[in-house]
C-alpha cells in the first residue's frame, strides 16, 4: 500500500483549508518532487502540487520529505514508575512518532481486566502527547476469561510472553493457557502479540553461566537463537491452530522471520516485528559498551542484522517497533550482566535511526522501513486514520530531512531514563517537525502537552 496517494482533493465545502503543509511529497510513480497537504479540522483533505492549495495559514517544511508520522507498535510506558505516559509520549513526539500501541505489563500489574483498563485510559486522556493504543492480557489460569471485556472495554488487542519476566508484572504463560488465550482472541478477533522465547531452555542456562556474568556477552550465551526459534515455533503452531491473529514480538534472527513467512504461506494469520537494536547493533556492541545493552532477545551476529536487513528489502517483516524500555542507568550497569533489567529506551530515535540507515540502502529499503512503521503496525490493530498520508486519514505528519546530521546526545532525549544506546552516533538524516491531526506538536522544540493525545480504538 503506497504512503503517499496521488494527489487528490475533499470537498472543502468552498472554504481555505485551516492550514497548507508545504514539503517533497512523493506522487504515485514513487518521485517526490514539492507539494502541498490541505489539513481541516485535523483530518487530511487534499494533496496536491505546489501553490495548489489555498489555506488560511501555512507551513513551508523546504525539502523535507513528509511522511506519516509513525505508529510505534511496541511501547512500554510504565514498567518503571520514573518514565510514565506523560514522558514517554512527548519522547515520541519529539521523534516523528504519532502514535503508539502500549504494552500491558505495568509496574502496578498487568493490565488483565475492564477496570485495569479503565484505568489506564483515564491516565491516556491526562497525559498522553501523542495518540496511544492499549493492549490488555490474561491472567494465569482462567484469565482468558476476561478477554470478551477487555475487547469491549477498547483492547487494540493482547500480548502474552512464552518467557517468565517477572511473576507479577510480566508472567509467563502455558502452552495450555496459551490455547485458551488465542481461542478467545480469535473470537473476539483480536490480535495476539507474543514474546516467544522459550523459558526452560534459558533459565537453565542462565543458572549455569551467572557465574560468568561479567562478562556481557554471557547473556547472549544464555539465549542461543533455538531458544527463540522455538518459542516462535510454540506460537506459530497454537496460532495455526486456533486461527488467532499472532503477532511475534521483535524478533532478532533471520530464521525466525523465514519460519513466520513459511506460516503465513500456509495460511496463518500472523505478522512479526524487528527493532532498530537488531537492525543498527550487533554483539559486537555489547562486547564493547557492556550491561547497557542488555535486551531481549540478545544482540546477534553482525550476519544476523545484515540478514535482517536483506528480509526487511524483499518485505518479510511487516513491523519495526522500537521496544522502548526507558530503564534508569542504574537498572543498567550492575556488574553482573544478569543482576540487569533487559531493554533499552528508543521510541524518540527509531524513526530517525532507520529512515536514516535505509535511506542509504537504497529506495526500496526506504520504502519498506517505511511501511513498516506506518501502514502495516495500523493496519495489524485496526488504528483507522492512522499511518497514512491519504484523504481523509488523520493529518499525522512528519518532516523528516534525509540531508540533515544529527549527532544523538542521550542527554538531549524527552525520556525520563536519560541514556540511549546510540549515544554519540553520528546520523544523516533528522525529523525536524512532527504534526498530530493537524497541530505541530514539535518542531525543535516540544510544542504537545499533557492531553494533546487522544486514545485509540480501533475499528472492526
Known amino acids: 500500500m503506497s504512503t503517499s496517494p496521488t494527489p487528490a482533493e475533499a470537498p472543502s465545502n468552498g472554504r481555505p483549508h485551516d492550514l497548507i503543509v508545504a514539503g517533497l511529497i512523493r506522487d504515485g510513480n514513487g518521485m517526490w518532487s514539492a507539494g502541498e497537504i ?37 511501547v512500554h510506558c510504565l514498567s518503571h514508575s520514573g518514565e510514565g505516559i506523560a514522558a514517554a509520549t ?36 491526562s497525559e498522553a502527547h501523542v495518540d496511544v493504543a492499549l493492549l490488555g492480557t490474561a491472567a494465569p489460569g482462567d484469565g482468558w ?19 517468565l519476566t517477572d511473576p507479577q508484572r510480566f508472567p509467563r504463560i502455558s502452552d495450555a493457557e496459551l490455547i485458551n488465550v488465542f481461542s478467545a482472541a480469535a473470537a473476539n478477533d483480536l490480535p495476539v502479540c507474543v514474546h516467544a522465547e522459550n523459558d526452560e531452555i534459558i533459565r537453565a542456562l542462565i543458572g549455569q553461566l ?29 496460532a495455526a491452530h486456533t486461527g488467532v491473529k499472532v503477532h ?21 494469520d500472523v505478522t512479526l516485528e524487528t527493532c532498530p537494536h537488531y537492525l543498527l547493533l550487533d554483539e559486537q556492541d555489547m562486547a564493547r559498551d557492556g550491561t547497557r545493552l542488555k535486551i ?14 536483506t528480509r526487511l ?94 549527532l544523538i546526545d542521550e542527554s538531549a532525549l524527552h525520556s525520563n531514563a536519560g541514556w540511549s544506546p546510540y549515544h554519540g552516533m553520528s546520523l544523516q538524516g533528522r525529523v525536524v517537525t512532527t504534526i498530530l491531526r493537524g497541530t505541530v506538536v514539535f518542531d525543535s522544540e516540544l510544542r504537545a502537552h499533557p492531553g494533546s493525545g487522544q486514545l485509540l480504538v480501533p475499528t472492526t
Open 38 to 74: 490541505g489539513i481541516q479540522d485535523g483530518v487530511i483533505a487534499a494533496i496536491g502540487s505546489a501553490g495548489s492549495l489555498q489555506g488560511s495559514r501555512r507551513l513551508d517544511l523546504g525539502s523535507a520529505m513528509l511522511l506519516p508520522g509513525m505508529v510505534d507498535a511496541h
Open 90 to 125: 512527548r519522547s515520541a513526539a519529539a521523534g516523528g512518532v504519532t502514535s503508539i500501541v502500549e504494552m500491558p505489563f505495568d509496574l502496578t500489574g498487568p493490565i488483565n481486566s475492564a477496570d485495569r483498563l479503565a484505568g489506564k485510559q483515564e491516565l491516556v486522556a
Open 145 to 163: 476469561r476476561a478477554i470478551d471485556r477487555l475487547r469491549e472495554r477498547g483492547a487494540a488487542g493482547l500480548k502474552v510472553s512464552l518467557f
Open 210 to 238: 551467572r557465574a560468568e556474568g561479567t562478562d556481557p556477552l554471557a547473556h547472549c550465551r544464555s539465549r542461543p537463537p533455538v531458544a527463540e526459534t522455538l518459542g516462535v515455533l510454540t506460537a506459530l503452531e497454537a
Open 248 to 268: 511475534i514480538c521483535h524478533a532478532s534472527l533471520p530464521r525466525s522471520i523465514d519460519l513466520v513467512r513459511w506460516y503465513g504461506e500456509q495460511g496463518t
Open 296 to 309: 531481549n532477545p540478545p544482540l546477534r551476529t553482525a550476519r544476523d542484522r545484515e540478514g535482517l536487513w
Open 313 to 406: 528489502q524483499r518485505g518479510d517483516i511487516d513491523v519495526i517497533s522500537s521496544d522502548h524500555a526507558p530503564w534508569p542507568v542504574e537498572w543498567k550497569t550492575q556488574p553482573n550482566v544478569f543482576d540487569n533489567h533487559s531493554g533499552a529506551p528508543g521510541v524518540e530515535t527509531i524513526y530517525p535511526l532507520v529512515l536514516g540507515e535505509a535511506y542509504k540502502r537504497g529506495p526500496d529499503v526506504f520504502d519498506a522501513a517505511l511501511l513498516a512503521m506506518t501502514v502495516n503496525p495500523a493496519r495489524r490493530y485496526g488504528l483507522a486514520g492512522k499511518g497514512q498520508l491519504a484523504v481523509g486519514c488523520d493529518a499525522d505528519i512528519v518532516a523528516f530531512d534525509p540531508g540533515r546530521p544529527w
